[in-house]
């Protein structure tokens, strides 16, 4: 069984809403599961005080978890147009994992929340890509051929999918917002298939 990771940070539990649905696109997918993890918040005590497991929720993330993993889905957040800060500090310590090019042609995809309409979605999401590409990754996005990206009135790009919480920081995503989420998911897990199928 190869597994797609979903990695991702959450303060109000959309970006997490988001993540379980990719995640259950991916496991649409025959031969394909879903890894979940999330990072822990960060200040300037973090290792200090955070417990090593979460008091709730999905594990967080290691090193070994990107390195084992077929894929990649990433979210995040908006904070001022960029990811967030705790999601960022994990990236900034796969340096190791460049070193040893253990990403390089790793298919990879980005999803994000926000509370407002015109907060920074796709800024956001341009900007979670640039450390992936540094990586090698094979980064994807959602084609004009899902039917969802031309109905949506809340989130959706074709960067990847997007939820717009709302004034009131609504976690319930769009019907919409679901079925792109879970086309990512599926579309991740067909293409990190792919090399399998041709070396059978």
């Excluded at 090019?101 to 979605?121: E, I, N, Q, Y």
């Excluded at 450390?131 to 990754?137: D, T």
């Amino acid at each position: 069984m190869m597994e797609i990771l979903v990695l991702y940070y959450s303060r109000t539990g959309g970006t997490a809403e988001m993540a379980r649905q990719v995640a259950r696109g991916v496991g649409e997918v025959e031969g394909m599961a879903a890894r979940l993890r999330t990072v822990p918040p960060v200040s300037t005590v973090c290792e200090a005080v955070e417990d090593e497991i979460p008091s709730s929720g999905p594990p967080y993330a290691s090193l070994d978890d990107l390195r084992e993993c077929a894929g990649l889905a990433l979210g995040s957040p908006t904070r001022f147009g960029g990811m967030a800060a705790p999601l960022k500090y994990f990236l900034d310590s796969t340096g190791g994992l460049w070193l040893e090019g253990a990403l390089v042609d790793k298919p990879a995809a980005v999803f994000v929340s926000t509370s407002t309409l015109h907060g920074g979605h796709e800024s956001t999401l341009l900007s979670m890509m640039l450390p992936l590409m540094h990586h090698g990754m094979l980064l994807m996005g959602i084609p004009f051929t899902e039917s969802a990206l031309h109905e949506t009135r809340s989130g959706g790009t074709p960067y990847g999918p997007s939820h717009w919480s709302g004034p009131k920081s609504s976690n319930l995503l769009s019907s919409d917002e679901k079925q792109l989420c879970r086309a990512l998911g599926q579309r991740l897990a067909r293409v990190a298939r792919w090399p399998k199928r041709h070396e059978a």
